[in-house]
C-alpha cells in the first residue's frame, strides 16, 4: 500500500510540476513527509531522483512545443544551480549529523515553508513589480548558487523559487519560466545525484521505491506536456498560485507536526 501510495504521489506532483516548473519535488518532499512513511532523508534523495528522471522527459517532450529555452542566460544559471546544489547538499548532510530526523525535517518544512510564502506573494504582486533581463553570465551564476544552495537544502529541486528568479530577473512568461525552470533542476538534481554517490551519503532504501517513484515521474512528465499544450499563460499562472496554496497548508501541518515531537 506504502508503495502504490508513493506512486500516485509522484505522479500527481511531476504531472502538475512539469507544468508549471515547480518539478514536482515541492509537492512530493513535503506530502511524503506528512506521511512518515521513510526517514526524513531518505524522503529527500528518492525525491530528488524522481525530479531528475521528470526533468529529462519533461525536456524532451517538450523540445517542439514552440516554447523558447533561453540557453544563453538559463545555461550560467543552471551551471551555478548545479555548483549551490553541491553547496546545498554540504549544508544538508552537516545539520543531519547534528540533529535527528524530527529537527531535520522540522527545519526544512520551516524554510520551505517561509520559501512558498513569500514566492506566493511575490507572484500574486508580479505584474505590480519591477522585472528584468539579466544578461550578464556571471551574474546569472551567482544566482544559480544561491538558487542551487537552497533548492538543495530542502531536497525540493527548485520549485516555486526558480520559477519566481525567471520571471524577476528575466522576465520570463510562465510557460518560458515552467520549461527553463525544469532545464535547471536537470542540472541541479544531476549535481546532487552524483555528489551524493561520491560520497556515499546515499541513504538506505528500498529499490523498488525507487523505482515506483520514478515511473510516477516519467509518467507525470508525459500526462504534463500533454495537459500544457492545452494551457496559455494565465492557465499556468493560477495553477501557480493554486500549488503554493497546497504547499503552504501541507507544510504548516509538517511544521506542527515535527514542532510538537521535538
Known amino acids: 500500500m506504502t508503495a502504490v501510495i508513493m506512486f ?71 551551471f551555478g544551480a548545479a555548483a549551490g546544489g553541491l553547496l546545498g547538499k554540504w549544508l544538508f548532510e552537516l545539520v543531519k549529523s547534528g540533529a535527528d530526523e524530527n529537527m531535520l525535517g522540522f527545519t526544512q518544512s520551516l524554510l520551505l515553508l517561509a520559501t512558498t510564502v513569500l514566492v506566493w506573494i511575490y507572484t500574486l504582486k508580479k505584474d505590480r513589480l519591477p522585472s528584468y533581463r539579466l544578461k550578464n553570465m556571471l551574474i546569472c551564476a551567482v544566482v544559480g548558487v544561491a538558487l542551487g544552495i537552497v533548492s538543495a537544502f530542502l531536497g525540493i529541486g527548485g520549485g516555486p523559487l526558480n520559477v519566481a528568479l525567471l520571471f524577476f530577473c528575466f522576465s520570463m512568461d510562465a510557460k518560458e519560466a515552467a520549461k527553463n525552470s525544469i532545464f535547471i533542476i536537470l542540472f541541479s538534481q544531476t549535481a546532487s545525484l552524483f555528489s551524493a554517490l561520491a ?18 515521474g516519467i509518467g507525470g512528465a508525459l500526462l504534463g506536456a500533454a495537459l500544457s499544450k492545452k494551457m496559455d499563460n494565465r492557465a499556468v499562472e493560477r495553477l501557480l498560485l493554486g500549488l503554493m496554496i497546497v504547499i503552504i497548508g501541507i507544510n504548516v501541518y509538517n511544521v506542527a507536526v ?3 515531537a521535538n
Open 258 to 260: 515535527y514542532g510538537m
Open 199 to 216: 560520497q556515499h551519503s546515499v541513504p538506505e532504501f528500498v529499490w523498488y521505491h525507487l523505482a515506483l517513484m520514478a515511473a510516477g
Open 8 to 78: 500516485f504521489v509522484c505522479l500527481t506532483a511531476s504531472g502538475v510540476g512539469s507544468i508549471s516548473g515547480y518539478g514536482g519535488g515541492v509537492i512530493i518532499k513535503p506530502v511524503l513527509d506528512a506521511l512518515h512513511i521513510l526517514p526524513v532523508s531518505t524522503i529527500s534523495f528518492l525525491s530528488g531522483c524522481t525530479v531528475l528522471a521528470m526533468a529529462i522527459v519533461s525536456l524532451l517532450k517538450s523540445r517542439s512545443n514552440g516554447v523558447k529555452l533561453q540557453v544563453r542566460t538559463t545555461t550560467p544559471l543552471a
